[in-house]
């Protein structure tokens, strides 16, 4: 089986390329597969800054859409990426931010989830993503956090392309990826079905 992790996926389109396109969005520029290595890349950096490395969890409270997209991949270029259901109530939030033990949340700047409390009563940073207002599909920017920083989450170097993990670090890095579904399949899929509250994983599902 092919394994391989993020940044090592996108590097090869990134630059053959580089133009090309890598997600859709209604109403919205397209993201070419060159600004969505650098917008990975960028944010793997800025969660270094942030104390966040690869073996730490960060729980992400987003809408489906194209920034939900692009921050699980991008995140999943630095640390363990886990989406949550933004429909969840604090009592789910508190279940899963501390059954994760999660170093970080990722939520929309200025939003009234109660994953925020939750996480700030619990001392975990909360990082605000800002869409891009004018730019293409799914790009943002991260503001600083508030609250402790895990003591397990000190900074260490995001996988580079050049130096892919081997399977068993990978999977424990969460980013292990196989050439199924087609890489650019998924990344088309920035939207549709909200992720699901039927039972006990992580992402919702």
């Not at 363990?80 to 170093?103: C, I, Q, T």
């Not at 969460?174 to 509250?197: A, K, N, Q, Y």
């Amino acid at each position: 089986m092919y394994v391989s992790t993020i940044p090592h996926m996108l590097a090869n389109p990134a630059e053959h390329t580089p133009d090309g396109i890598a997600l859709l969005a209604p109403g919205a520029i397209p993201l070419t597969y060159g600004q969505l290595s650098a917008q990975c890349a960028s944010v793997a950096q800025r969660l270094n800054e942030l104390g966040i490395n690869r073996t730490a969890r960060v729980a992400i409270v987003l809408p489906n859409g194209p920034e939900m997209a692009v921050a699980f991949l991008a995140v999943a270029s630095a640390a363990v990426s886990a989406p949550l259901n933004p429909g969840y109530r604090a009592p789910e939030f508190e279940f899963y931010l501390s059954d994760m033990d999660a170093s970080a949340l990722i939520v929309a700047a200025g939003t009234d989830s109660p994953a925020v409390a939750v996480a700030r009563g619990r001392g975990i940073p909360v990082i605000g993503l800002i869409a891009s207002s004018d730019g293409p599909a799914g790009l943002f920017t991260l503001s600083g956090d508030t609250g402790r920083r895990s003591a397990s989450a000190r900074a260490a170097p995001p996988p580079s392309a050049a130096s892919p993990m081997t399977p068993a670090s990978a999977t424990a890095s969460g980013v292990l990826l196989t050439r199924h579904p087609p890489f650019s399949e998924c990344l088309r899929r920035s939207s549709g079905t909200p992720r699901g509250r039927s039972h006990r994983s992580h992402n919702g599902a």
